[in-house]
C-alpha cells in the first residue's frame, strides 16, 4: 500500500538494493523517548526490520533525547528510529535533532513514528525529521524508507575516520569500528598498541550480565577509568539480521563520561563472539580506553571462544541458575578467572555460593552482587581494577 | 463477506459454518452455565442483570492541572454523575514529580498532574468525598496516590470507611504490558498487598485492585491470552494476600476486573462468560472463599482503543458501537465507550459525547437491557465460552510450570507472548489477511479531519513553579522525618500505608516517596524482552 504519511511517495532512484546485503547489514536504532510505554509498535517494528536483516538496536524504554543520539553516535546507526505516543513529539523532536548537532552526527537520519497530526508533519520535516509515520502505516512502506535513507547516509571515508579516530573523536571511532567489522581496512592499517585490561563477561542467558556491565562500567568510570564495552548478539540464522538488545540494559551517561558501548551482531559465527571481534577491541585498546567490558552471546558450557581475545574471563551466575553437578561439567567453568553471582535479592544466593565453592579451587574470586538494589557493586569493580 | 478481526485468525475450531447439539455435548447446564445469578455464574452475577439496574456509564477523563480537571468534575457532578474516574499524566504514573527531568514535556498531557498533597486538595476542592465514588487509575505508586486521597479526606472530616472508590493498583500487568512499573516485581506485588490490607482491615467500601486484561490485549495479546493472563494475576495476589494471614471472605470482594472488548464480537462475549466461570471455580474451590459475593467476577470493560483508525475516523464511533454491544451482552458492570478522535490526541468534548450516547442508545433504545445473557443457550457461544476456559486452563498450567506469575514474568514469557500475538497481527494486517476498513480496505485518498484538543504548555510550567515553592514552604523536619520513617518500615518490611499517609500530610511528594522506597526495594529495569 502507498503510505502517505511520509514526505511523498519514495522515487525509485532512491532504491539501492545493492547497497543492502546480508554482509553488512543496515545498522538502525530504535528508541523511545521519554516516560510513555507503549512499546507495541516499536517491538514490532525491531522484529520486522531483523527479519528484513537489518542489525537492529533497541534502546528500550525511558531514553532521553540525548542519550538515543549518543548511542547512535558510539553505534555508528544508518538511521534513528524514534517512537513517540505521548504527544511530546513537538517538545521532544527539537532535543534529538539539537543533540546529533552537537554530536557531529548530522548525517545520520531520524525518521519519528507516532501520533502526529498533519499539520504538524511539515514543522517536522522543516526542523529536519527524515519521514514521519502514522499508526496504521505498513511494515514494508517503513522497511523501504529505512533502506532509502540508510543508502543516501554519508560516511566518513576510511582515511576521515582514521584521522578522526587519531584525534580522538568517538563518532570518527564509531565508523572505524564499522569498517573493522566489515574488514574493509585498507592498506593494512592497524591501530596503535594500547595497555588495557580486557575482561571477558559471560554467562548463560538471563543472568543479567549487561545490566551488570552497565553498572560495573559506571563504577570504573567514577574511579577516573576510560572504559568501553563490546556487546554480541547473535544473528538470526535464517535472516542475517540481529537484534541488539544488550546495550537498554547498559546506558546511561553523558558525552564526556568515557563511556562507550558498541554493539555488534555475531554473524555468521558461532562460539559467542562476532566477525572481526579481536580486532574491534584492539581499536578500542589503541583508542585509549583503560578497560574494555566484553558480553558475549549468553552461550553458556561450551562457550569458551572469548578466552583468546580477553585477559581475564568473569562467569556471571545467578541464585539457582544450576546445581553443582552442572557446574562441574561446564568447560567455561575451568576458564573463568572470577565469578559473580547476581540477582543476591533473590532466594537461594548462599546454596549457589555454596556449590560454586565446592566446584572450583579455593584462589577464584567469588563476588555477590545485585544490580536492582545496587549491591556489592563496588567491591565488583574493586575487584576487577585489581585483576 | 465477513471481514476478519485485526485481533487474531480465529482459532481452527472457530472456521465451521454453523454450531449444534453435538458442539455442546458434554457440557452440563447446572454444572457449567446455571442461570444467571447462580454458580458458576457464566450467566452473569445476578439473576435480573440490567433489569434491576443498568450499568455504570464511567468515561475516564483527566487532563491538565488539578484546577482543570476540578473544574471537570465538578461539571459530570453537576450533570448527575456520581462516579468519578480519573487519568493521570505519565510523570505521575511513573511516580515522578512534575519537576523531574524525564517529566520535560509530558506534565499534565494524558491526565492530571499530582505531585503532592497539595495538588490532591485542589484536584477534589469542593467535592465531599463521602458523596462520590472515585476511581483512580494508577499503579507503581498506587499506594502513595492512595495516601493523599486519604489524607484529603480526614481534612474533610470524611473517615477511610466512608470512602468509595477503586484504585487500578494492578502491577503485574504493567509488567506484561503498559511498562509503568517502578521497582521489581516482587517488592512491587508486596506493595499491592500492603493496600489489600490496609483496604480490608479500614476502608470496607474501597476497591483494592482492578485486575486488568485490557492493557495486556492492547500491547498484542489474544483473546485467550487477555482472560488467563488476567484471571492468573488475579490468582497471585489472592495467594499474596492469603500468605499475609488475610479472610479470603474479607477482602476478595473488593478485588474487580478490567477487560478488553475487541472486534471480535462473539469471542469477546465469549472471553468474559468464560471469565465468571473460571473465576468463581477458583474462588471457591481453591481458596476456599465461603460467601457467594466472592464468588464474583465483576468486571468493568473499555472497548478497544486499538481497533481504532486514524484514517475516516467517523468510523470510529461504528466500530464502538459493536464492541459496547458485545460488552453489554457479556453482562459487565460498568463501561467505557471510546471518542472515535483517541488515535489522534485526547477526546475533545463532543467526542466524548457521542461516546457516552451510544452507550444510553444501547440502554435505552435496542432492548437488550430486557434479558439477563440473551445469548446464553447458543451452540456456538456455549461452545466458544468452553473453548476459552480450556485454553486458558492451558496458559495456566504453562505458567504454573514457571514457577507462577512472578517467575513467569522473571522468564520474559508473557511478554513474549504478547509480542509474538502482535507480531502475527501485523503479519496478517499487512498481508491484507486482516481487513481494516479505511486502512487496507476500502482506503480513500482524501484525508478526513476532525478538530484534536490541543493540551497548552502553560500547564507545566505552573505545575512546576508552584511544586518549587511547596517545597520551600513545607517543615523540612517534619518532610525528613516522615521519609525516614518510611525507609524504615519499608527495610523492615511492615506494612508501608501508615507511613505513606503521614508522608503524604508531611508534604512529601510522589517521586520522594517512591526514591525512598526504590532505594529498599530497588529499581527493575525490565524482564527479558524477546
Given at each position: 500500500m502507498v503510505t502517505k504519511s511520509t514526505f511523498g511517495p519514495l522515487k525509485q532512484e532512491e532504491f539501492n538494493d545493492e547497497l543492502f546485503m546480508t554482509d553488512h547489514p543496515i545498522r538502525i536504532l530504535l528508541a523511545k523517548i521519554g516516560l510513555d510505554g507503549h512499546d507495541r509498535g516499536v517491538k514490532v517494528l525491531a522484529r520486522s526490520f531483523r527479519d528484513a536483516g537489518f542489525d537492529v538496536i533497541y534502546t528500550g524504554l525511558w531514553q532521553t533525547a540525548q542519550s538515543t543520539m549518543l548511542a547512535a553516535m558510539q553505534e555508528d546507526i544508518d538511521v534513528v528510529g524514534v517512537s513517540l505516543l505521548s504527544a511530546a513529539h513537538m517538545t521532544v523532536m527539537p532535543e534529538v535533532l539539537r543533540h546529533r548537532k552537537e554530536l557531529g552526527i548530522e548525517n545520520v537520519p531520524v525518521v519519528l513514528g507516532g501520533i502526529v497530526p498533519e499539520d504538524e508533519h511539515r514543522l517536522l520535516h522543516e526542523m529536519g525529521c527524515a519521514a514521519v509515520f502514522n499508526p496504521g502505516s505498513s511494515i514494508d512502506s517503513i522497511v523501504e524508507k529505512f533502506k532509502a535513507l540508510a543508502a543516501q547516509r554519508r560516511r566518513l571515508s576510511f582515511d576521515e575516520a582514521i584521522a578522526g579516530y587519531k584525534s580522538k573523536n568517538d563518532a570518527a571511532l564509531g565508523q572505524l569500528i564499522t569498517y573493522i567489522q566489515r574488514d574493509q581496512l585498507d592498506n593494512g592499517w592497524t591501530p596503535p598498541d594500547g595497555s588495557a585490561k580486557v575482561f571477558g563477561i559471560t554467562g548463560a542467558p538471563g543472568v543479567g550480565k549487561s545490566s551488570l556491565i552497565g553498572k560495573l562500567g559506571k563504577a570504573m568510570c567514577e574511579k577516573g577509568f576510560k572504559v568501553a564495552v563490546v556487546a554480541v548478539d547473535p544473528s538470526s540464522p535464517v535472516h542475517g539480521g540481529a537484534l541488539l538488545g544488550d546495550r537498554l540494559r547498559m546506558m546511561w551517561g553523558e558525552p564526556g563520561d568515557n563511556f562507550f558501548i558498541r554493539s555488534l551482531s555475531s554473524g555468521k559465527q558461532y562460539g559467542g563472539l562476532g566477525p572481526q571481534c579481536a580486532e574491534v577491541i584492539r581499536a578500542l585498546n589503541g583508542y585509549g580506553f583503560d578497560y574494555i567490558l566484553v558480553e558475549t552471546v549468553g552461550a553458556g558450557q561450551s562457550d569458551v571462544a572469548i578466552r583468546d581475545v580477553v585477559d581475564k574471563t568473569v562467569l556471571v551466575l545467578m541464585p539457582e541458575s544450576g546445581d553443582s553437578v552442572q557446574f562441574s561439567k561446564a568447560g567455561i567453568m575451568e576458564i573463568a578467572d572470577m565469578f559473580i553471582i547476581n540477582k543476591c535479592d533473590l532466594p537461594g544466593a548462599d546454596a549457589t555460593e555454596g556449590q560454586l565453592k565446592s566446584a572450583i579451587d579455593a584462589n577464584r574470586q567469588i563476588c555477590r552482587v545485585s544490580t536492582v538494589r545496587n549491591e556489592g557493586i563496588d567491591v565488583a569493580a574493586e575487584h576487577l581494577l585489581s585483576q | 463477506m465477513a471481514t476478519k478481526p485485526i485481533s487474531e485468525p480465529q482459532s481452527a475450531s472457530s472456521n465451521k459454518a454453523y454450531y449444534g447439539p453435538e458442539d455442546v455435548n458434554g457440557t452440563d447446564y447446572a454444572r457449567e452455565i446455571a442461570d444467571p445469578g447462580t454458580f458458576p455464574f457464566t450467566r452473569g452475577i445476578h439473576p435480573e442483570m440490567y433489569r434491576k439496574r443498568t450499568w455504570t456509564m464511567r468515561q475516564f477523563a483527566g487532563f491538565g492541572s488539578a484546577e482543570h480537571t476540578n473544574e471537570r468534575f465538578k461539571y459530570l457532578l453537576g450533570q448527575g454523575q456520581t462516579g468519578l474516574s480519573t487519568a493521570f499524566d505519565l510523570p505521575t504514573l511513573m511516580g515522578?514529580?512534575?519537576?523531574?527531568?524525564?517529566?520535560l514535556g509530558e506534565v499534565g498531557k494524558c491526565g492530571v498532574a499530582v505531585s503532592s498533597l497539595d495538588d490532591m486538595r485542589r484536584l477534589f476542592d469542593g467535592i465531599a468525598l463521602d458523596q462520590v465514588s472515585t476511581s483512580m487509575t494508577i499503579n507503581a505508586p498506587a499506594a502513595i496516590l492512595l495516601a493523599f486521597y486519604i489524607a484529603v479526606a480526614e481534612e474533610q472530616g470524611v473517615g477511610p470507611d466512608k470512602l468509595r472508590g477503586t484504585l487500578q493498583n494492578d502491577i503485574l500487568k504493567e509488567f506484561h504490558a503498559q511498562n509503568e512499573y517502578v521497582f521489581p516485581p516482587r517488592p512491587s506485588v508486596k506493595l499491592v498487598t500492603d493496600t489489600i490490607e490496609h483496604g480490608t482491615n479500614e476502608?470496607?467500601?474501597?476497591?483494592?485492585?482492578?485486575?486488568?486484561?485490557y492493557h495486556i490485549r492492547e500491547a498484542g495479546a489474544n483473546a485467550a491470552q487477555e482472560l488467563a493472563f488476567t484471571l492468573a494475576d488475579g490468582m497471585s495476589y489472592v495467594e499474596h494476600a492469603l500468605e499475609r494471614g488475610l479472610d479470603v471472605d474479607e477482602f476478595a470482594k473488593r478485588l474487580s476486573f478490567f477487560f478488553d472488548v475487541h472486534n471480535d464480537f462473539f469471542e469477546e462475549i465469549a472471553k468474559i462468560r468464560a471469565a465468571r466461570r473460571i473465576w468463581a471455580r477458583v474462588m471457591r474451590d481453591k481458596y476456599g472463599a465461603k460467601l457467594e459475593r466472592n464468588w464474583w467476577m465483576r468486571c468493568h470493560a473499555q472497548t478497544a482503543g486499538v481497533t481504532l483508525t486514524e484514517q475516516q475516523p467517523t468510523n470510529n464511533i461504528v466500530r464502538v458501537a459493536y464492541q459496547a454491544l458485545a460488552g453489554v451482552l457479556a453482562g459487565v458492570q460498568s463501561l467505557h465507550t471510546n471518542s472515535m478522535d483517541e488515535t489522534l490526541a485526547l477526546p475533545t468534548e463532543k467526542a466524548v459525547k457521542v461516546a457516552l450516547r451510544t452507550q444510553q442508545i444501547i440502554a435505552c433504545e435496542t432492548n437488550v437491557t430486557q434479558v439477563a445473557d440473551p445469548l446464553g443457550g447458543s451452540w456456538f457461544i456455549e461452545q466458544k465460552t468452553n473453548e476459552m476456559e480450556a485454553e486458558a486452563n492451558a496458559i495456566f498450567r504453562e505458567i504454573d510450570d514457571l514457577g507462577g506469575v512472578i517467575g513467569a514474568i522473571e522468564q520474559g514469557y508473557f511478554r513474549r507472548c504478547i509480542a509474538d500475538s502482535a507480531i502475527k497481527q501485523s503479519v496478517a494486517f499487512d498481508s491484507g489477511e486482516a481487513e481494516v476498513v479505511g486502512v487496507n480496505k476500502y482506503v480513500e485518498d482524501d484525508y478526513e479531519r476532525i478538530d484534536v484538543l490541543k493540551i497548552g504548555e502553560d500547564v507545566e510550567k505552573k505545575q512546576v513553579a508552584r511544586l518549587t515553592q511547596m517545597k520551600r514552604d513545607r517543615d523540612a523536619k517534619r518532610h525528613k522525618e516522615s521519609l525516614d520513617a518510611l525507609t524504615k518500615a519499608a527495610a523492615d518490611d511492615a506494612n508501608v500505608m501508615p507511613f505513606l499517609i503521614d508522608a503524604a500530610k508531611a508534604n512529601a511528594t510522589v517521586g520522594e516517596m517512591m526514591e525512598v522506597m526504590a532505594n529498599v526495594f530497588g529499581r527493575y529495569d525490565g524482564g527479558p524482552e524477546w
Open positions: - | 515522578r514529580d512534575s519537576d523531574d527531568p524525564l517529566s476502608m470496607p467500601l474501597w476497591n483494592t485492585v482492578s485486575i486488568s486484561g
